[in-house]
T-cell receptor, first 115, second 109 residues
Framework: EAGVAQSPRYKIIEKRQSVAFWCNPISGHATLYWYQQILGQGPKLLIQFQNNGVVDDSQLPKDRFSAERLKGVDSTLKIQPAKLEDSAVYLCASSRFLRTDSPLHFGNGTRLTVT | RKEVEQDPGPFNVPEGATVAFNCTYS??????FFWYRQDCRKEPKLLMSVYSSGNEDGRFTAQLNRASQYISLLIRDSKLSDSATYLCVPRGGGLELVFGQGTRLTINP
């Protein structure tokens, strides 16, 4: 089974620029998550999709972050404009079901550096 | 109180030792629990799922205490390759997943 695919692996941008990340979940996984992980901390949920609908985006800074999963498969996360504090690893994860017993499977992340 | 609290460590133990660390959670509606391990500069990988009172997988044992709202992870006969950060993740009735900050473990030769 192919894992969660993310690209790019690394991105360096200047503050106030825009950046986009892409994620393709495991085939058949209905639920997709975007997490932000700052060095030394656990992952923090930004947004959760069930198919192409948003389940939870309460922690997404909507003034600068946006995400979509238009066809219910792959997803993009965008930051516009970026701030220095957005430097982090952005992890995409998927799970087969939106159920309490369904674990998450992570992609290898995109490491963003904002200068 | 934080939703999920873990002792950040670092825990430094010799190879072959037994080590245990706890994770406390505040959401009493949490139904499932997951332990993930995360190697330096890598993504979290699922280590173990806990749906009832505990789970055992080889050298790893997780025990859940719902009354006191904590879950522990025990590693026996530790190997150098066990060096990683261990993340505790309760999953609540609202299906939210909140990660702890992780416990950093280093196994020394």
């Amino acid at each position: 089974e192919a894992g969660v695919a993310q690209s790019p692996r690394y991105k360096i941008i200047e503050k106030r620029q825009s950046v986009a990340f892409w994620c393709n979940p495991i085939s058949g996984h209905a639920t997709l998550y975007w997490y932000q992980q700052i060095l030394g901390q656990g992952p923090k949920l930004l947004i959760q999709f069930q198919n192409n609908g948003v389940v939870d985006d309460s922690q997404l800074p909507k003034d600068r972050f946006s995400a979509e999963r238009l066809k219910g498969v792959d997803s993009t996360l965008k930051i516009q404009p970026a701030k220095l504090e957005d430097s982090a690893v952005y992890l995409c994860a998927s799970s087969r079901f939106l159920r309490t017993d369904s674990p998450l499977h992570f992609g290898n992340g995109t490491r963003l550096t904002v200068t | 109180r934080k939703e999920v609290e873990q002792d950040p460590g670092p825990f430094n133990v010799p190879e072959g030792a037994t080590v245990a660390f706890n994770c406390t959670y505040s959401n009493s509606a949490s139904q499932s629990f997951f332990w993930y391990r995360q190697d330096c500069r890598k993504e979290p990988k699922l280590l173990m799922s806990v749906y009832s009172s505990g789970n055992e997988d080889g050298r790893f044992t997780a025990q859940l205490n719902r009354a006191s709202q904590y879950i522990s992870l025990l590693i026996r006969d530790s190997k150098l390759s066990d060096s990683a950060t261990y993340l505790c993740v309760p999953r609540g009735g609202g299906l939210e997943l909140v990660f702890g900050q992780g416990t950093r473990l280093t196994i020394n030769p």
